[in-house]
C-alpha cells in the first residue's frame, strides 16, 4: 500500500511562490524515485518534476526548468515542490507519487491557482 498527502496549494499572483509538500507513510520511503505531477482542468495528467531515491538526481519537464526544485528529505518521509515565478498557466491540481507511478495510487491532490 502507498499513502501520500499532498499540502501547501492555494492562490497565488502571478510571479509569487508556493511550496508544496508530500508526506508519505506505509512503506520505505527513501528506496523510492518520487515525482510530482499536474492535472489542469480539460487536460491530461502531466509529469512536472521527479527525483531519485537518494536526491542526487533530478528532472523537470521543459516547462519549469529554472523555476520549480524537487527536494527530499528521507528521515521526514517527505518530499517537495518549490515553485518560484508562478505563471497563470501552472494552475492545476498538484499530485506526488512514485516515479513511475503504480497502477490507480492517485491520492487527492492540492489545487495550485495562479492569477494574471
Known amino acids: 500500500q502507498v499513502q501520500l498527502v499532498e499540502s501547501g496549494g492555494g492562490l497565488v499572483q502571478a510571479g509569487g511562490s508556493l511550496r508544496l509538500s508530500c508526506a508519505a507513510s506505509?512503506?520505505?520511503?527513501?528506496?523510492?524515485?518520487m515525482g510530482w505531477f499536474r492535472q489542469a482542468p480539460g487536460k491530461e495528467r502531466e509529469f512536472v518534476a521527479a527525483?531519485?531515491?537518494?536526491?542526487?538526481?533530478?528532472y523537470y519537464t521543459d516547462s519549469v526548468k529554472g523555476r520549480f526544485t524537487i527536494s527530499r528529505d528521507n528521515t521526514k518521509n517527505t518530499v517537495y515542490l518549490q515553485m518560484n515565478s508562478l505563471k497563470p498557466e501552472d494552475t492545476a491540481v498538484y499530485y506526488c507519487?512514485?516515479?513511475?507511478?503504480?497502477?490507480?495510487?492517485w491520492g487527492q491532490g492540492t489545487q495550485v491557482t495562479v492569477s494574471s
Open positions: 507519487n512514485a516515479d513511475p507511478p503504480p497502477l490507480g495510487s
Open positions: 527525483i531519485s531515491w537518494s536526491g542526487a538526481s533530478t
Open positions: 506505509g512503506r520505505t520511503f527513501s528506496s523510492y524515485a
